[in-house]
């Protein structure tokens, strides 16, 4: 008899786990996480589970990229694995040159500003953020720095994509 109340209770648990499972909060998680289409010249995000590889990638308080130069061909996706190693914080925004200046000019003019997009890693003294990034088209494209006074610092790195 305690036994079957045992099994009609993991039941009941089972049965509600399975409701919130298929709850709308959990719809509402999926779309928010859904791969935005958006086409840009340096390429779109790119879809985990196509990954061709990973690049990791290290921040340093000394306001370098290292690597600092990277070579990929077109239609690869890349997971970045972004490393803050220094103990301030500093961000990986991937662009064409002209855009990064646009947008470092804004972060002086707004240096709280918050913004997230696929093509940029915020990160945390110590720790490590993630990029899928798909290249789409050959090109030379740069990944900066846009913490105001890093850019100018130096803190930017090249990508060349080419067959
Ligand atoms: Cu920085």
């Known amino acids: 008899m305690k036994k079957l109340l045992l099994i009609v ?3 009941g648990l ?3 786990g399975a409701s919130i499972a298929h709850g709308p909060s959990d719809k509402a998680k999926k779309e928010k996480k859904a791969i935005s289409s958006e086409e840009k010249p ?4 790119g879809d985990p589970k196509n990954v061709s590889r ?3 990638v290290d921040m340093s308080d000394k306001m370098r990229f290292t690597p600092a130069e990277l070579t990929i061909k077109p239609g690869e996706t890349i997971r970045f694995e972004v490393r803050n ?3 301030t914080m500093h961000e990986m925004v991937l662009g064409t040159m002209q855009e990064l ?13 918050e913004h997230d997009e696929p093509y940029m890693a915020h990160v945390a003294p110590g720790k490590t953020e993630r990029i899928v990034w798909q290249f789409t088209k050959p090109g030379e494209f740069y990944y900066g720095c846009l913490i105001p006074g890093h850019f ?3 803190m930017v790195g090249k990508v060349v994509v080419r067959k």
């Open 9 to 11: 209770t993991a039941l």
């Open 14 to 16: 089972i049965m509600s």
């Open 42 to 45: 340096f390429g779109r995000e």
């Open 54 to 56: 990973t690049i990791k």
């Open 85 to 87: 190693s220094g103990a």
């Open 101 to 113: 200046k646009e947008h470092a000019e804004v972060m002086k003019k707004h240096p709280g500003m």
């Open 152 to 154: 100018e610092a130096g």
